[in-house]
């Protein structure tokens, strides 16, 4: 098994008298796309400024591909690639001058320069493009090459802090789905306050409030509960009554009601728990129409976690 692309152990962050990040602890593996969600302010720029070698930790320590981002910032740099929230780029640059400034910067010369521009132009389809000035440019495209530079270099980390902030609906698809094909080949750190962002894109997602990392894997938080949603013919009453006769089963709430009623079941996270309340209703002679498992509620659980900790402190 391959070595974590990221390690994060008790880091910490002080601004003056401002704490930002708390004892933050985690680990992302290779080819992971890993989602960082939290309100404004609750630390995701700073634990990306760190991991990217613009900001040293306060104590604690973080290593991106072995390599620790105090000691070792120089190689650890050289495995990241970053594009922060409304990338600075140099506006009277054309693309190409700006493409192949960058790559100078990160050390590629000669044929490796022009193959590397050459490969995050096709990627990013930048073709149209490549002459004009970035100034000219929309802000979706302006983002692409963003992008394109953080890729020149093939990182074994990609790092996006809020990637489709300000995009259209078509530029947001666009983003999202360059992200996901990027996963697998590359390990992705995304930040986003967004929840249905990083849902859509991430395949673990951690949470953070006022510095602080409150769980390293919240769409497993959620599975804890099972949820089922049935389609089932037959009277309101008979139908909760009899659902709620099946071992397992914590709750029940009705979502629509007619001659077909949508029911919503809450139970334990047991794979037998669909079978036997399918073989239940059937046994009783309702006609069951749907059984499909729903996926963890981010809404919900991010709800939960950050109530459950405002409470606590309080």
Not at 41 to 48: A, L
Not at 120 to 138: G, H, N, P, Q
Request: hydrophobic residues 40%.
């Amino acid at each position: 098994m391959s070595s974590p692309i990221i390690v994060v152990e008790n880091l910490v962050k002080w601004y003056g008298p401002h704490l930002a990040v708390r004892d933050v602890s985690f680990s992302v593996a290779d080819g992971e796309i890993v989602g960082l969600l939290g309100p404004n302010g609750s630390g995701k720029s700073t634990i990306f400024r760190i991991l990217t070698g613009y900001l040293t930790p306060s104590s604690g320590v973080a290593t991106v591909a072995g390599c620790d981002v105090a000691s070792q910032s120089p190689a650890a740099r050289g495995e990241v690639g970053y594009v922060p929230e409304d990338a600075p780029l140099y506006d009277h640059m054309r693309v190409n001058e700006f493409l192949r400034f960058m790559a100078r910067l990160k050390g590629l010369e000669g044929s490796r320069l022009g193959r590397a521009v050459e490969e995050a132009v096709e990627r990013l389809r930048l073709e149209k493009v490549l002459t004009m000035t970035v100034a000219k440019l929309s802000r979706g495209y302006r983002q692409r090459v963003a992008i394109a530079q953080a890729l020149l270099t093939k990182p074994r980390l990609l790092v996006f802090d809020e990637p489709t902030s300000g995009l259209d609906p078509s530029q947001v698809i666009a983003v999202r789905n360059l992200i996901r094909e990027l996963g697998g080949q590359q390990t992705v750190l995304i930040a986003s306050h967004i929840l249905s962002e990083i849902e859509q894109i991430a395949s673990r997602v951690m949470i953070l409030l006022d510095g602080k990392l409150l769980t390293a894997d919240a769409l497993q938080q959620g599975e804890r509960t099972r949820r089922l949603r049935l389609r089932i013919s037959g009277p309101e009453y008979e139908v909760r009554s009899c659902i709620a006769t099946v071992p397992g089963v914590r709750s029940v709430s009705t979502e629509s009601v007619g001659a077909t009623g949508q029911y919503l079941v809450e139970g334990e996270c047991r794979p037998q728990l669909a079978q036997e309340l399918a073989a239940t209703l059937i046994g009783r002679g309702f006609a069951l129409s749907e059984l499909c498992a729903v996926l963890p509620d981010l809404e919900q659980i991010f709800l939960e976690l950050t109530t459950r900790t405002i409470g606590v402190a309080a």
